[in-house]
């Protein structure tokens, strides 16, 4: 079962002569198993963000946990759209909580961390505030764009910060010149993709490929696992 999760080659030694149906089945078993080991030995905090954007397959394990928290030191924490429809709400040892905007001093500690040693002034900081409005995602990605494209120094700097998340992810992919390319193929290929894979659809010589990528990384746009010649390549979730 292992291997065939892993997808190793077993050959005719240990044939896996299983249906889709139930290979699936099995290996959501296994999961589950897993966990429930992981529980058995010490309490266990399991944590899921944005299950908006989980695959079929997924929910149903995440279901399957959720049905079988109640018999395990288990605690699953999940964070979700409001749009979502979660099939275990309801349930009796299940409990639902609304997340509202953070509090501007929150929003303002997060624009301090991502400045660091470049402190932006305090208008510029409080029209920040204002505009992205305690969502903690608006308000990285609009400091970020503040700062590489160097409004902090200029007069007028209000008129020209992007009004919404949208504009503000534009703006940064603006300023990152051929590595835009490369983001706009990887949100093309999916949300994880292989340095094999976006190499064969890039078609860029090794050295271009691995500068735009750096950049990418270096602006945070991207994760990256492993050394390129056999890491998986990951586009950094932006939820809108």
Same mark, same amino acid.
């Given at each position: 079962?292992? #291997?065939?999760?892993?997808?190793?080659? $077993?050959?005719?030694?240990?044939?896996?002569?299983?249906?889709? +149906?139930?290979?699936?089945?099995? !290996?959501?078993?296994?999961?589950?198993?897993?966990?429930?080991? &992981?529980?058995?030995?010490?309490?266990?905090?399991?944590?899921?963000? /944005?299950?908006?954007?989980? /695959?079929? $397959?997924?929910?149903?394990?995440?279901?399957?946990?959720?049905?079988?928290?109640?018999?395990?030191?288990?605690?699953?924490?999940? !964070?979700?759209?409001?749009?979502?429809?979660?099939?275990?709400?309801? +349930?009796?040892?299940?409990?639902?909580? $609304?997340?509202?905007?953070?509090?501007?001093?929150?929003?303002?500690?997060?624009?301090?961390?991502?400045?660091? /040693?470049?402190?932006?002034?305090?208008?510029?900081?409080?029209?920040?505030?204002?505009?992205? /409005?305690?969502?903690?995602?608006?308000?990285?990605?609009? $400091? +970020? #764009?503040?700062?590489?494209?160097?409004?902090?120094?200029?007069?007028?700097?209000? #008129?020209?910060?992007?009004?919404?998340?949208? #504009?503000?992810? &534009?703006?940064?992919?603006?300023?990152?010149?051929?590595? +835009?390319?490369?983001?706009?193929?990887?949100?093309?290929?999916?949300?994880?993709?292989?340095?094999?894979?976006?190499?064969?659809?890039?078609?860029?010589? !090794?050295?271009?490929?691995?500068?735009?990528?750096?950049?990418? !990384?270096?602006?945070?746009?991207?994760?990256?696992?492993?050394?390129?010649?056999?890491?998986?390549?990951?586009?950094?979730?932006?939820?809108?």
């Amino acid at each position: 079962m292992l #291997a065939d999760l892993l997808q190793i080659p $077993t050959g005719e030694r240990y044939p896996l002569a299983l249906a889709p +149906r139930q290979r699936k089945a099995k !290996t959501l078993n296994a999961l589950l198993a897993f966990v429930e080991g &992981l529980a058995a030995t010490r309490p266990v905090l399991l944590v899921i963000e /944005d299950l908006h954007w989980a /695959d079929p $397959t997924s929910l149903e394990l995440i279901d399957l946990i959720v049905v079988y928290a109640p018999c395990l030191r288990l605690l699953v924490v999940v !964070t979700f759209r409001p749009e979502f429809i979660a099939p275990w709400a309801g +349930r009796v040892h299940t409990r639902a909580t $609304t997340i509202g905007r953070l509090p501007l001093g929150e929003c303002a500690r997060i624009v301090v961390g991502i400045c660091h /040693d470049r402190p932006l002034p305090q208008s510029l900081v409080g029209t920040i505030l204002q505009r992205t /409005d305690g969502v903690p995602l608006f308000t990285e990605e609009l $400091t +970020r #764009a503040i700062i590489e494209s160097g409004a902090e120094c200029g007069p007028g700097e209000a #008129a020209i910060i992007p009004m919404t998340l949208h #504009a503000s992810l &534009l703006a940064r992919l603006d300023r990152l010149g051929e590595a +835009r390319e490369l983001a706009q193929i990887g949100a093309a290929l999916g949300r994880r993709f292989s340095y094999q894979m976006v190499s064969a659809v890039a078609a860029m010589p !090794t050295a271009r490929l691995n500068n735009a990528l750096a950049r990418l !990384t270096g602006a945070g746009l991207i994760w990256q696992r492993g050394h390129p010649a056999g890491c998986g390549i990951h586009l950094q979730a932006r939820p809108g």
